[in-house]
């Protein structure tokens, strides 16, 4: 039996394995890698996804935190194509360092479920150098990305990944497909970064702050959601109902909150 199948997932890594052939193939033809692009998979495991992307590529960087992993990860790959490992984690890993001044990076990657948002929320900081991104994520998490006003997962993910990408949700993964597996839903999500965003916002951090605020406390009205940083009258002034609540506003409507916000 080799290395690789006896590794045992860690539970602090989040790890579950992908495993599942017919996933796997629909991951891939939905990626359709070629030889002309700079594919990085964050989390490579055990390689199953790995190979077929390097096969595809012909290159492939990967970003895995797990040392254990290295070794079999660089066996099962050998002979097939140039590969590049970065022991590294992706929370603090520097990705537009990677690029460089070549081409914009494809990013792919089965998530471990507990980063997966602060993990986004790293890779938006660094969209500009990103192509586009296909995870496997939970069910559960892909549906607040999506989200729209009104929605009960709409959320602070939902509005922060709108305003910088186009969100594509595209199958469900159940979790007889992981090694262990997950107790919930996962699903693959399409995320490609916009190169010109649908609403104008000057301040981008300041639209971050006002996205933060309004949904750290949800159920309440935006008149007490931001009490103590914009009274009624800006709230107003923005073309916004300071009784709504913020789920129910869209982002243009958090666009002009930014541009009233001290």
């Known amino acids: 039996m080799s290395s690789i199948s006896v590794h045992r997932p860690r539970k602090r890594f989040g790890q579950h394995f992908l495993r599942d052939p017919y996933v796997l193939e629909r991951i891939v033809t939905a990626i359709r890698p070629t030889t002309d692009q700079r594919l990085v998979e964050i989390g490579p495991g055990l390689g199953a996804l790995t ?107 939902s509005v922060m990944l709108q305003y910088r990408c186009q969100v594509e949700p595209l199958f469900t993964v159940g979790p007889e ?16 970064p916009r190169e010109t965003s649908p609403v104008t916002v000057r301040d981008e951090q300041r639209f971050a702050e006002v996205v933060r605020r309004a949904f750290s406390q949800r159920r309440k009205t935006l008149r007490n959601a931001l009490r103590g940083w914009l009274d009624l009258a800006q709230i107003e002034a923005a073309g916004v109902d300071p009784s709504a609540r913020p789920e129910t506003l869209d982002l243009a409507a958090f666009a002009a909150l930014s541009e009233v916000a001290p």
């Open 51 to 157: 190979r077929p992307l390097l096969v595809a590529a012909g290159e492939l960087d990967v970003v895995e935190l797990d040392r254990d992993l290295l070794e079999p990860l660089r066996a099962r790959c050998a002979g097939i194509g140039m590969l590049r490992i970065h022991h590294a984690d992706a929370l603090a890993f520097d990705f537009a360092a990677l690029r460089g001044t070549g081409a914009q990076l494809r990013v792919v990657g089965n998530l471990p479920y507990n980063i997966s948002t602060p993990l986004l929320f790293h890779l938006l900081n660094q969209a500009s150098h990103l192509r586009d991104l296909h995870f496997m994520l939970q069910q559960d998490v892909v549906q607040r990305m999506a989200a729209g006003p009104g929605e009960e997962a709409y959320g602070r993910l």
């Open 177 to 192: 497909a992981f090694q262990p597996p997950p107790k919930v839903w996962s699903a693959v999500v399409r995320l490609v």
